[in-house]
């Protein structure tokens, strides 16, 4: 059985860290925002994410734009 101490901290940081190398950082960083800095609700949160937009580069022809 785990114990809260084996749990990550929740915070606004370790919440960035799970979108670094993704292509969603910057929903990534309005999620952790909406959730830990606006205090919104979860859901909230989760929908504004889910409408957020990729920010994965575009490649055409191996070159990114």
Known sequence: MKSKTDSPPLTNSFCNKQFEDTNRT???VDFCNCIFIQDNLLDS??????????DSPLVIDGSRI
């Open 26 to 28: 910057k929903a990534g």
């Open 45 to 54: 949160c989760m929908e504004k994410y889910k409408m957020a937009a990729d």
